[in-house]
């Protein structure tokens, strides 16, 4: 099981959204590029980074910070947040990074994924946000009348190389994952999938191994971290 500790970038900063929301924001004092230091200090080897400036814009407006992350530290990086273009992928791509995740760009234009698929093989990854078993894009303000089985099944054979699995009502909540979900997700999918939302505790890391699905390659833990519900000592011993 794959742990990455998240980093959200607004600002330069560090922060946490609840459910996505831009005006529902708890802001860290710590930098993106300390972050990461702390989390390869304590021998995490993967980390997840979202350009929230990205998101909102459409721009890789924080490849800097990305670029000084990627070169101090030996670190796997999954970046995603308003990837809209090949030339964008490409950017992260030569600054070092190991996945770019797509989400709205992709969803909204299955050619995009297609292209960036056969382009960057094994470097893309899908970002499925959903509530309410139907996906949402544009920093989640824009919910589609579109389940995200029916969207899997469209372009599970595009290459994609890994889904990352966002269930937003839990996202920043601290409720725990929905497993449930995740697992027909994994099920379906021709890649490994990343669970992602609403972890609270070291016992849903547990729970995440005990579910012992080969087709479950990880785990994203955010807020948990930062609010000092779970403890990186007690965290990096999960890692297998």
Known sequence: MKIFPAIDIKDKKCVRLIKGDFENKTEYETSPVDQAAKYKDHGFKNLHIVDLDGALTGKTVNLDIIQEIVSKYDLKIEIGGGVRSLDSIKQYIDAGVEKVILGSGAIKNKEF???????????IALGLDAKDGNLSVSGWKENLNVKTIDYLKAVNDFGVSRIIYTDINRDGMKTSPNFDETVK????????????????????????????????????????????????????????
């Open 113 to 123: 994924l297609k292209n960036s698929c056969e382009k960057f093989k094994g470097q």
């Open 185 to 240: 997700i994994a099920e379906f999918s021709n890649c490994p999938v990343i669970i992602s939302g609403g972890v609270s505790s070291i016992n849903d890391i547990k729970k995440a191994k005990d579910l012992n699905n080969k087709k479950i390659e990880g785990i994203i833990v955010g807020k948990a971290i930062y609010d000092g519900d779970i403890k990186l000592d007690e965290l990096v011993k999960e890692i297998e």
